[in-house]
């Protein structure tokens, strides 16, 4: 399943919103009902971490300004009100089948 | 809290082997799926491995079946990734990561990541 992420990059005001979208080459979906699409962020020379989990659940100890939303083979990730600590590159990652990841998002602060 | 720390870093030559692992803690490991994941130097994420939380099957990237292996002890808490044949575009730092379920193919943690260089 292939990922694609957009845009490339994203400039952000601190306060302002930000969104990043996320489409996938087939549904994620799966017989269950269930949709495998997960969001990580990797801050400057750190490993990746976990912010969302099956399109929307926040993972432990992500803060509330961010949420994920999307089905079938669209989504986006929503900053409300971006934070200096919020820039680092952003990956989007299918799991239904053996995982991929969408080509990352770099946030930085204006 | 969870802490998984890689080690086994090197420079290696094309078509050489090298093992990587994985010691994982703060959590319970035998009841968790385990993965590797690599980046190359400058670029995005490629999932390479899984291993469901008894060893019983593997799963493998494309690009690294037949050359790669994923192991787990159990009874040490450590995962492996046995790495054959080496290419030099298998120049990337290797994370493991810690699944969100027993069979999960998704994960929640991260270690610090090992740098694994192919070069002659």
């Known amino acids: 399943i292939v990922m694609t992420q957009t845009p490339l990059s994203l400039s952000v005001t601190p306060g302002q919103p930000a969104s990043i979208s996320c489409k996938s080459s087939?549904?994620?979906?799966?017989?269950?009902?269930?949709?495998?699409l997960q969001w990580y962020l990797q801050k400057p020379g750190q490993s990746p971490q976990l912010l969302i989990y099956?399109?929307?659940y926040r993972f432990s100890g992500v803060p509330d300004r961010f949420s994920g939303s999307g089905s079938g083979t669209d989504f986006t990730l929503k900053i409300s009100r971006v934070e200096a600590e919020d820039v680092g590159i952003y990956y989007c990652?299918?799991?239904?089948?053996?995982?991929?990841f969408g080509g990352g998002t770099k946030v930085e602060i204006k | 809290q969870v802490q998984l720390v890689e080690s086994g870093r090197g420079v290696v030559q094309p078509g050489g082997s090298l093992r990587l692992s994985c010691s994982a803690s703060?959590?319970?490991?035998?009841?968790?799926?385990m993965h590797w994941v690599r980046q190359a130097p400058g670029k995005g994420l490629e999932w390479v491995a899984l291993?469901?939380?008894?060893?019983?099957?593997?799963y493998y990237a494309d690009s690294v079946k037949g050359r790669f292996t994923i192991s787990r002890d159990n009874s040490t808490n450590t995962l492996y990734l046995q790495m054959n044949n080496l290419r030099p575009e298998d120049t990337a730092v290797y994370y493991c990561?810690?699944?969100?379920?027993?069979?999960?193919?998704?994960?929640?943690?991260w270690g610090q990541g090992t740098l694994v260089t192919v070069s002659s």
């Open positions: 099956e399109v929307s």
């Open positions: 703060g959590f319970t490991f035998s009841s968790y799926a």
């Open positions: 990561a810690k699944g969100m379920g027993s069979d999960s193919w998704n994960f929640d943690s």
């Open positions: 291993i469901p939380y008894d060893g019983t099957k593997q």
């Open positions: 087939q549904s994620l979906l799966n017989d269950v009902g269930r949709t495998y």
């Open positions: 990652m299918q799991s239904l089948q053996l995982p991929t």
